[in-house]
């Protein structure tokens, strides 16, 4: 099937309208790019993005929108297995699979062995361990999983049913599932994939419970990949996206594992059951490896929503749609205001999530090395810090793929356009590694303990939450501050220093509730804004640091510079009620500067806004997009696609169809 010959021609042509938008660049793209992503996350995907296009037979993307889940899931392990294969020829490292499974954002069945179960051995075995588990888990000798959740406990850790009892007669431990609400849940790579799990369960020693700890569970066979004694495991089934991993479900019975399972580097138990832990040891150290993973979701959520922003600019700016009165052709729809309204500031907080995810990873780079060094300090307010970005990057993340959807209209309801790929595969950033609603609890319960020291003249650490509550907040009492709109226009510190304003406010509102009797369940709607608040004025911060790392005399400075204040004005926007119960509110008057100013801003962006979505740097093979296709040719790819349906290729089928179900219903005898 193909596109007849002859058709005229379109005038303008979709590629012509890409063209001049990108001919108004005011920036080199390609510096954009180098100061926007950074430099070992470029060299990376052009490494990997080489290697793939070596060999399209394994690493082509463009089938996955006729596969079912069975053709997808083998398509995701015969990526994988080739993947593994490049490591241990020396062609790729294990952060080059890393990127290469963020490149193909198919989340294969090896992905939670990489994300999950090689770093909490990394982080939490002991020498003697990693020798025994690690070495093999790297050598893809034994393949892993995380087995946390379960199907009566997501995000409450504490509350997990499955046991780890220490069995003294044997030196060992008895993992177990002692009911169906204690079955491992949605675990990633366990349902067909894992050969170990590692599973998070409440540790118990002379009848004694000591929390959840992580002990290392063999549940297939490495010979013939069969479920072991006392192992039930299998996989969840079909699923709203993410269709390529195999989530899975595990019941253990009494299943004994020698002592050494269990990982001590962080809690020990001796033969005979005395248990001891490392002196100045948090005891939620052990969370490490989910803070870990919540900055790997801060970096992959920039990516994706980097994926549906170029996407949807892109379109917006070739689809045209009803005359102007001052043209003879049909506007682009990115020219409409509503359009720029909902597609310009995700393109802004899509930068600040770039800026971000390098700082926040720094951040965590930074902590780990203090903890290896016995000083556990910084780990609160890291957890406290992951939470509210792993929060706030999902949410904006998914949300704003959904706009990017939408704003495509009914195009984007069409796999072709990738979006709806995209979102699938994003939704579950969301609840996983804890739902961002109680995630926000950590981050607010972390704020208020700081404000009750403030208040009660304990001593805090030093670090960019205490700093702002210090502030605002000297002996943790607010003081009131007056803000003036032109200066919020022109002054990031002064910009920044509202935002830490409107979060000091609103934690000091919530410690006076608490402290006056309030429960914390009646707090939580108070909890959520508040969590926001403060990741707001974290993101920002690091916006403004990422900036300022860049020479003030670059000519991209201007344009970073005016997304970071379109991205502080659509936050105030976006929560404008914050701003009337300041202590000292904002007028309407000032609320109406505010969006005008911000209208203003979308405007001026909106200019420059295909060269943006291009320093993104997303090939037409990450993109996988009829929609976005670089060199705008749209409609013609999107009918191509659509001619290769094996709906409008098979014959046999057709003819099948035709003699069950068309004919019967063409040729039946009327009754009528």
């Not at 398509?75 to 499974?101: M, Q, V």
């Not at 806004?609 to 790819?637: C, H, M, Q, T, W």
Request: contains cysteine; aromatic residues 8%.
């Amino acid at each position: 099937m193909q596109i007849p010959k002859g058709l005229a021609p379109m005038v303008p042509s979709t590629e012509d309208a890409l063209a001049a938008e990108r001919s108004k660049a005011a920036f080199k793209v390609s510096d954009m790019h180098q100061f926007i992503v950074d430099s070992d996350m470029r060299t990376k995907v052009a490494k990997v993005e080489a290697l793939m296009g070596e060999e399209p037979e394994t690493f082509s993307l463009r089938k996955v929108y006729f596969m079912s889940r069975q053709e997808k899931m083998e398509h995701a392990l015969a990526i994988g297995k080739r993947l593994i294969e490049l490591l241990k020829e020396g062609k790729l490292s294990g952060d080059d699979i890393s990127i290469a499974d963020m490149v193909l954002d198919i989340n294969g069945p090896f992905g939670l062995h990489r994300a999950m179960f090689i770093p909490t051995l990394q982080n939490q075995a002991t020498v003697e361990q990693q020798e025994l588990f690690l070495r093999p888990a790297l050598n893809y000798e034994i393949l892993g999983c995380y087995a946390q959740t379960e199907i009566g406990h997501g995000s409450n850790v504490q509350g997990l049913e499955t046991t780890c009892t220490y069995v003294p007669e044997t030196d060992e431990f008895e993992v177990h599932s002692p009911s169906v609400r204690a079955c491992k849940w949605w675990i990633g790579s366990l349902g067909v994939t894992a050969t170990h799990a590692m599973v998070m369960a409440q540790l118990i020693v002379g009848g004694k419970r000591h929390g959840p700890c992580p002990v290392v569970v063999p549940i297939r066979s490495t010979v013939d990949h069969q479920p072991l004694e006392g192992v039930t495991v299998g996989d969840l089934g079909p699923k709203f996206g993410f269709n390529t991993m195999d989530n899975g479900f595990l019941l253990l019975n009494r299943v004994r594992v020698p002592r050494i399972n269990l990982l001590q580097r962080y809690i020990t138990v001796s033969p005979g059951g005395k248990v001891s832990r490392p002196a100045n040891v948090d005891p939620k150290v052990a969370y490490g490896t989910m803070v870990y993973v919540r900055t790997q979701i801060v970096r992959n959520m920039s990516q994706v929503l980097a994926k549906a922003t170029t996407v949807a600019v892109r379109y917006a700016a070739v689809r045209r749609q009803f005359k102007s009165e001052s043209s003879a052709l049909e506007s682009p729809v990115l020219d409409y205001s509503m359009v720029q309204y909902r597609l310009i500031p995700l393109v802004a907080q899509n930068y600040a999530m770039f800026a971000t995810s390098q700082a926040f990873l720094a951040h965590y780079q930074r902590s780990m090395v203090e903890m290896d060094k016995g000083n556990f300090a910084p780990l609160k307010e890291l957890h406290a810090t992951a939470c509210g970005l792993k929060r706030w990057t999902s949410d904006v993340g998914v949300a704003g793929i959904d706009t990017c959807r939408h704003v495509c209209g009914g195009h984007g309801f069409s796999q072709f356009s990738g979006l709806n790929e995209f979102y699938g595969n994003a939704y579950p950033n969301i609840i996983w590694e804890g739902d961002n609603y109680v995630l926000s609890q950590q981050t607010v319960r972390y704020l208020v303990s700081q404000v009750r020291a403030l208040r009660a003249g304990k001593p805090v650490a030093e670090n960019q939450t205490t700093r702002y509550l210090q502030r605002h907040m000297p002996q943790g009492q607010l003081h009131a501050a007056a803000f003036d709109v032109s200066q919020l226009l022109v002054q990031k510190e002064a910009q920044l220093d509202l935002l830490a304003f409107r979060s000091a406010s609103m934690a000091s509102a919530l410690v006076d509730a608490l402290d006056a009797g309030r429960s914390w369940n009646h707090s939580l709607v108070d909890v959520q804004r508040l969590c926001d608040a403060h990741s707001d004025f974290i993101v920002a911060s690091y916006f403004r640091q990422h900036l300022d790392t860049l020479d003030a005399q670059s000519p991209l400075m201007p344009h970073l510079e005016k997304l970071a204040t379109l991205l502080f004005l659509y936050t105030l926007e976006q929560h404008s009620a914050d701003l009337f119960r300041l202590p000292r509110p904002f007028t309407p008057e000032m609320v109406a500067q505010v969006e005008r100013a911000l209208a203003r801003a979308i405007e001026e962006v909106r200019e420059q806004a295909v060269p943006l979505v291009d320093a993104f740097g997303i090939s037409d093979f990450r993109l996988n997009s009829a929609l976005g296709r670089s060199d705008g040719k749209v409609y013609d790819s999107y009918l191509e696609w659509a001619m290769e349906d094996p709906l409008n290729n098979d014959e046999g089928l057709r003819r099948e169809w035709f003699e069950k179900y068309y004919k019967p219903v063409l040729h039946a005898k009327s009754r009528l």
